[in-house]
């Protein structure tokens, strides 16, 4: 892939860095650090993009990896490069139907922040709507493997649901 | 709240992020990378840097050092020992280079071959320090010797104060070459932790994750 027609790509896509960012770190610093990683290794990458899968799911691949990959070792930041997007990184709209569905929401998102960076991953996949069979392609895993993790991440963010109420 | 209903909120919402444009992100695109494998690859270059060096400068030394056997001996042990680690480190830059296309494979094999690389190279890094490290002190401590023998300029100390058969010294040796041996060994296990330890063990608390459904 050119790399004038990536960087278009990757502008129209740039929302699932996001997402997989909050996804991964807390903190402010980290999702830009680790915003950055992921660009990094995506450019490294388009290269070797044929166009065989969407570029979403390509995107969502590298994007995945790098988290799942990515380490902060010291607390030092990066300092090549600042973009203060993390403080944005919640939900834009307002229009929850209830205080209580806002904050089963929030509550539901701090349980999937506290799962293994796999199962993380999967839940990511799963809420983007991806189905099993893609979601182990992506992995390395079965489709059958993926159901049976799902099953223990219901079990695992309701048991952690329950804590916070 | 089920993960059903929180899916469904989920896709509704919309997160409110800046929209970077191209330039903004090629810029991000070419700034510097922060994994494990960046670290290795930065730290690597360092060392081989900084022994180059070191071999320059002890040699340019050695050349301004007339008649000095002992700085001729140095300049040329160091050119050896970088030669050395440049063949103890050409198998890790050749596996280097090919894990710069694995960004693309599953999530499985991408975490294998991380965990692969890291572990290779800790034992490499480790193993060549625990070798060469030694031999650098046994060198050292056999010229200033020597030197002390010859009675040359740039000896230890003075030839009359060299008595190996006084068990003084010879206790005092045997507990410095202890010593050192004991620091080497820990020193290196600790920098090698400290350096590669955590990422590692989060890359392989990773993969058992996913590997555990499989057994």
Known sequence: MQQEQFLQELQAHQRIVYKVCRMYCKDADDQEDLFQEIVLQAWRGAERFRGDSKFSTWLYQIALNAAISWYRKSQKRNGDVRLDIAKNLSPADDSWQSEAQELQYRQMHRAIEQLGKIDKAIVTLYLEDYDYKTIGEMLGITANHVAVKMTRIRTTLKSLMEKMD | ?215
């Not at chain 2, 068990?167 to 932790?193: A, C, E, H, N, R």
Request: proline residues 3%; neutral net charge.
């Open chain 2, 1 to 215: 709240m089920e993960l059903e209903d929180f899916k469904a909120l989920y896709q509704k919402k919309q997160l409110d992020v800046p929209q970077l444009n191209a330039q903004e992100l090629e810029r991000i695109a070419r700034s510097r990378g922060t994994t494990a494998i960046e670290k290795v690859v930065r730290n690597m270059r360092l060392e081989l840097l900084l022994g180059a060096l070191i071999t320059l400068a002890v040699g340019i030394g050695a050349f301004f050092v007339e008649g000095s056997i002992i700085y001729h001996l140095c300049a040329a042990l160091m050119i050896v020992a970088v030669i050395i680690q440049l063949l103890i480190y050409r198998p890790v830059f050749a596996r280097i280079r090919s894990l710069q296309h694995a960004e693309v494979s599953t999530t499985k094999a991408w975490l294998e071959s991380l965990v692969s690389f890291m572990e290779k190279f800790v034992r490499i890094y480790t193993r060549a320090m625990f070798i060469t490290t030694p031999i650098a002190a046994v060198i050292g401590g056999g010229i200033g010797f020597y030197s002390g023998i010859q009675d040359q300029p740039d000896a230890i100390m003075p030839k009359e104060q060299i008595d190996f058969h006084n068990p003084t010294d010879q206790i005092m040796l045997l507990v410095i070459g202890t010593l050192l041996l004991v620091f080497v060994y820990f020193g290196i296990k600790w920098s090698v932790k400290w350096m590669y330890g955590k990422p590692l063990a989060q890359m392989r608390a990773a993969l058992k994750e996913l590997e555990e459904d499989n057994d």
